[in-house]
């Protein structure tokens, strides 16, 4: 018997034998595609490929792709446990080609690899075919299907399209027949809904486009997409009808019968059914960066758990079981998906966390559950305000109430539910558009596909020379650009870094004869970096010789503090465990942030020991060194990965620190991680650390803002200042100072707590210049300037009005004593298509500053005129109207 991992390498080689690149799985979170929550089947990471958008060195792949359907549209989780083959996690197989082979290939393809490498009996194979297909219904009788076997389907089963326009075409799909000892018909009968004929295998023809109209025309470029579920195949290879009878499934299950001490079959098995699925989808969503949260993906995740949860309850665990399960996990498809392992600790934390958190709540919920039922008649369903209760109150999804219920044969009154919490269900649905990257990049990928990517010297040089190979302005592309316009820059290679992994882009200047242009900041879409860029003098032509010069005390600062993040995170990690790991950070050239996995606040004698080791290193001023090597070579010596990241066939890992105890291949090496930024020389070049705090960012994940080399000796000379100022006026003896320093700390610390509040307080309010909601081309958009609160209480302003919004952006500018702090929050359901980030460096240019940085959802920055809010507030408004 091939095991469900035997099954999986058998397709993969087969077709890489028939000339096919294998490609890894991309991560659950697209990349490019905003609309979908996770990835879904195995065509996502081709999107750009099949439209013809992108090109790349291959024109045959093969994929075993991670898919989740739990939220929006594809949404499987009600039926998961009770029915024999739908999962939240399943693993797509499939076979691609981009304009290079098409039907008369892609079907001798799935037939020989089905009938001779898996052995599967011909006789007991169906295949359908979309009507009007004469072409594949041929192809069919050639390979010897009869024809009676051989079924056209008139309906959309059979007919694939991307969306309402696009590229689209028929499909033929492949049935088995498990035997007329079960119910059901073949496809297209009035019994197709049985059990009996289960589709195994769907190719797609990509062969036409689809116009608003209703018209139709041939691709230039036809290809094939296809996809066959692992789990579903190797049921039926291993002699079962039901997908949780697979050696996979088996092993999952026995390991929460284990931990439970509940058996295995009979009536508890739907309860281990739904742990064994549920710890896969969780796992490795986890390890694909996302984590338990209110909205979005991380209250997709949330559900999950909790229903997995709430089934390990229902079998008597009375301890947190989940987290003792994910070693089985790994051990049965950690060499598959190496990111598994890798995150392994983090994922056991979150888990256990997680539940530990729900056991708290569950037993109450269900006692409210059980006392609302005893008021009712019987069979009759669940009032929908009483559901929302449960929601509001215990943090039960609807869907888990309703699972509850399925158990005591009645239902809940979904209208009743949908009404009481009407304001939260629209901002679950707006968030189910994703935060896949913009989707609109057809004219950095005509640039790619015409000139290559740009070439990046700026590991070894902040200066160089380029030739201009595009210009893009409004959009479009240009061919000159004159003073006073604003531009972007595609060069044939530059010492500009773009922006990514957290690190800002650089700035700096670009000279070629009598022209000069300030270079704002740099980014990068395909490879391609982009110079935003002001012309301040001449013009530039497409074509001309251009000398580049980074700003090099911008990038000085930038380097230092991205350093500093590597040593913090190393040192979080030896302070708190190795379930810490980098879930976002802010490498800019006044201030470093870095955001990680934890549960809980840092006492005060943790954050002082991080920040005392990571001075420790610094001090060392130790050589920063890089290594090129593959992503498996990396993690087989330890580097640190960030989780959900995608890495190509070369990683730079970035080593730095002599550690006295061993870390790393060679027992030397303090911290060792993937990176592709800039560093410093040294670690002495960091100069000095000073941690300003730690907050919560989100669910399970803490914040810790820093300064580094001159911002840390200001910070800290300034506060021995204050201190100097303090024990003077105290007149008291020296043995007193110290408590008497400390009483005054505190005192004054309650109240700048209370005058915190008090300016939230009055900023939710409306500030000196308040501006109601607007309606900016369809977006909520609160915008206002604010006296008598300082820079560092924007955010969490920010966060309450973008509560407050549920859909829409959020522009603040703070006045201190003339000079402005700003900061800008996006809504996740928006972040797709507007960024924070691009609404507060409209603001900032408009009060005096330059640049600006952060997130899409959250971005801050500065300037020195705060008089010029309104005009900051409308070319803001003007990014959010295009």
């Not at 966390?353 to 569950?362: G, I, N």
């Not at 700003?551 to 350093?563: E, G, K, L, M, P």
Request: negative net charge.
């Amino acid at each position: 018997m091939q095991s469900l991992n035997d099954i999986r390498s058998t397709f993969l080689d087969y077709f890489e034998k028939q000339g096919h690149s294998v490609q890894p799985s991309s991560p659950l979170v697209p990349r490019n595609d905003p609309t979908l929550m996770f990835a879904n089947s195995g065509m996502v990471q081709f999107k750009n490929l099949f439209t013809g958008v992108e090109t790349r060195d291959y024109k045959r792949a093969t994929t075993a792709q991670k898919c989740v359907r739990a939220g929006g549209k594809h949404n499987d989780l009600d039926n998961v446990g009770y029915t024999a083959r739908h999962h939240t996690f399943f693993e797509m197989l499939g076979n691609f080609s981009f304009g290079d082979y098409f039907k008369e290939e892609a079907i001798p393809f799935a037939w020989n690899l089905i009938t001779q490498d898996f052995g599967i009996d011909k006789d007991r194979l169906w295949v359908t075919v979309y009507h009007t297909d004469d072409e594949a219904f041929e192809i069919w009788k050639k390979l010897g299907v009869p024809e009676e076997r051989i079924i056209r389907i008139a309906t959309s089963d059979n007919f694939w399209q991307m969306g309402p326009t696009g590229p689209c075409g028929p499909c033929t799909e492949i049935f088995y027949d498990h035997g007329d000892h079960i119910w059901g018909g073949p496809p297209g009968s009035p019994e197709e809904d049985g059990d009996r004929f289960i589709e195994i295998w769907n190719i797609v023809f990509m062969q036409n486009e689809q116009f608003e109209d209703g018209s139709m025309r041939a691709l230039d470029m036809q290809s094939i997409d296809t996809g066959m579920g692992l789990e579903r195949i190797a049921a039926l290879m291993q002699g079962s009808h039901d997908n949780y009878d697979t050696d996979l499934f088996k092993a999952l299950i026995e390991a929460s019968a284990h931990a439970t001490g509940v058996d295995p079959y009979g009536d508890q098995n739907v309860h281990h059914r739904v742990i064994a699925d549920h710890l896969r989808s969780t796992s490795f969503l986890i390890s694909d960066g996302v984590l338990p949260s209110k909205d979005g993906r991380g209250y997709v995740l949330r559900r999950i758990m909790r229903r997995a949860m709430r089934h390990a309850h229902l079998l008597g665990a009375k301890d947190p079981v989940m987290h003792r399960l994910v070693p089985e996990l790994v051990n049965q498809m950690g060499a598959a998906y190496p990111e598994l392992r890798q995150a392994q600790p983090l994922i056991e934390e979150t888990l256990r966390a997680e539940e530990t958190r729900f056991r708290e709540t569950l037993d109450r919920g269900l006692k409210l559950l059980d006392d609302e039922l005893g008021g009712l008649a019987e069979g009759e369903d669940l009032p929908g305000r009483a559901a929302f209760k449960l929601y509001d109150t215990f943090g039960f999804p609807l869907d888990l109430t309703q699972d509850a219920l399925r158990e005591k044969g009645r239902g809940v009154d979904t209208a009743g539910f949908d009404e009481a919490m009407e304001e939260q269900k629209a901002k679950a649905r707006a968030s189910w558009a994703g935060t896949g990257e913009a989707a609109d990049a057809s004219v950095w990928f005509d640039i790619a596909d015409a000139h290559g990517a740009t070439d990046f010297l700026g590991y070894d040089t902040e200066v160089a020379e380029a030739q201009v190979i595009a210009l893009v302005k409004d959009g479009a592309p240009a061919d000159k650009a004159e003073k006073g316009d604003s531009v972007q820059v595609v060069l044939n290679q530059t010492p500009f870094y773009a922006e990514s992994g957290g690190q800002v882009g650089d700035q700096g200047t670009l000279k070629a004869g009598n022209a000069t242009a300030r270079i704002t900041d740099t980014r990068k879409v395909a490879d391609v970096f982009i110079h935003f860029a002001d012309v301040t003098e001449g013009a530039l032509e497409v074509g001309m010789g251009v000398e580049m010069s980074v700003d090099h005390a911008h990038r000085t600062a930038i380097r230092a503090n991205h350093s500093a993040t590597h040593l913090l995170h190393e040192a979080l990690r030896g302070a708190l465990g190795d379930h810490v790991a980098q879930r976002g950070s802010l490498n800019a050239p006044d201030r470093l942030r870095f955001d990680f996995s934890h549960s809980k606040a840092l006492s005060l004698d943790e954050l002082a020991g991080v920040e005392r080791e990571v001075n420790a290193y610094i001090r060392q001023n130790s050589p920063v060194e890089t290594r090129i090597m593959t992503p498996d070579d990396a993690r087989e010596i330890g580097a640190q990965a960030l989780f959900g990241e995608k890495y190509g066939d070369e990683v730079r890992v970035v080593s730095m620190g002599q550690a006295n105890t061993g870390k790393g291949a060679d027992g030397q090496t303090y911290s060792l991680e993937l990176c592709g930024g800039t560093h410093v020389r040294q670690t002495g070049d960091i100069g000095a650390f000073v941690t300003l705090g730690d907050s919560a960012s989100s669910s399970g994940v803490r914040r810790i803002e820093a300064l580094t080399g001159q911002a840390a000796m200001d910070y800290l000379r300034a506060q021995d200042h204050r201190l100097a100022a303090v024990a003077l006026g105290l007149k008291a003896r020296p043995e007193e100072v110290a408590d008497r320093v400390k009483a005054l700390q505190d005192e004054r610390k309650s109240l700048q707590n209370e005058v915190a509040q008090l300016r939230r307080e009055l900023a939710m309010g409306g500030g000196s210049a308040a501006h109601s909601d607007k309606d900016v081309s369809g977006v909520a958009f609160f915008a206002t300037k604010l006296d008598g609160v300082s820079g560092k209480d924007l955010p969490a302003l920010v966060d309450e009005h973008k509560a407050r919004l549920g859909s829409g952006a959020v522009l603040l500018i703070a006045d201190a004593g003339g000079k402005a702090a700003v900061a800008a929050g996006v809504t996740e359901d928006l972040t797709g298509k507007l960024s924070a980030v691009d609404l507060v460096r409209a603001a900032v240019a408009e009060l005096g500053g330059k640049g600006g940085g952060g997130r899409p959802d959250m971005a801050q920055g500065g300037g020195a005129d705060a008089s010029n809010s309104d005009a900051a507030i409308a070319a803001a408004e003007k990014i959010i109207g295009g």
